[in-house]
């Protein structure tokens, strides 16, 4: 069965960077492109990232574009978000989710909790 | 980017209601929209796609439509487990853009 498993958040002060991972299985993972999903505490959902199945396109949100580098490891079945500059408005859940059948995200991880904070 | 303006922001309803919720794209996107239901400390779940298409597995008492600017995310009759947060997202173009969200509570 298709399975998402984010890791890698944590507190981290202004300015600082910090890696996230999703680590996928139950599906060929070079085959899919993937996306990032984030929530902050309290508030609705906002798209982040896109990357396609071979990691040569990628698209952002506004919000994070420049600061932030989606990429992925196609022999490791895991995917990646580099990110920079970070701010107090990027403490949130960040989501790996994946289009599996419909084209929209049929399946998400857990979630891995950024806090930006001094 | 692509605005979605999603409405209203919470409703309150008794169990056997008809439910709707409306979302609204800033410009044109033919019927590239899915709604999620997200309930308290868990993932979003897609329950349509392509404006309309129930995702499989989804109770058919939730129901899609509208395209090019305006959507509709219909719930028949409203049971307790469907109380959560719903959103619609568009995926015409990068950026995809989500609702602001419809918390659905019980009247």
């Known amino acids: 069965q298709v399975q998402l498993v984010e890791s890698g958040g944590g507190v981290v002060p202004p300015g600082r960077s910090l890696r996230l991972s999703c680590a996928a299985s139950?599906?060929?993972?070079?085959?899919?492109?993937m996306h990032w999903v984030r929530q902050a505490p309290g508030k609705g959902l906002e798209w982040v990232a896109f990357i396609s199945h071979d990691g040569n396109t990628k698209y952002y949100a506004d919000s994070v574009k420049g600061r932030f580098t989606a990429s992925r490891d196609n022999s490791k079945n895991t995917l990646f978000l580099q990110m920079n500059s970070l701010r107090g408005d990027d403490t949130a859940l960040y989501y790996c989710?994946?289009?599996?059948?419909?084209?929209?995200?049929?399946?998400w991880g857990q979630g891995a909790l950024v806090t930006v904070s001094s | 980017a692509i605005q979605m303006t999603q409405s209203p922001s919470s409703l309150s309803a008794s169990v056997g209601d008809r439910v709707t919720i409306t979302c609204r794209a800033s410009?044109?996107?033919?019927?590239?929209l899915g709604w999620y239901q997200q309930k308290p400390g868990k993932a979003p779940k897609l329950l349509i796609y392509?404006?309309?298409t129930l995702k499989s597995g989804v109770p058919s008492r939730f129901s899609g439509g509208g395209s090019d600017t305006d959507f509709t995310l219909t719930i028949s009759s409203l049971q307790p487990e469907d109380i959560a947060t719903y959103y619609c997202?568009?995926?015409?173009?990068?950026?995809?853009?989500f609702g602001q969200g419809t918390k659905v509570g019980i009247k």
């Open positions: 989710a994946i289009p599996f059948t419909s084209g929209h995200l049929d399946y």
């Open positions: 139950g599906f060929i993972f070079r085959d899919y492109i």
């Open positions: 392509l404006a309309s």
């Open positions: 410009q044109g996107i033919r019927n590239d």
């Open positions: 997202l568009q995926d015409h173009n990068y950026p995809w853009t």
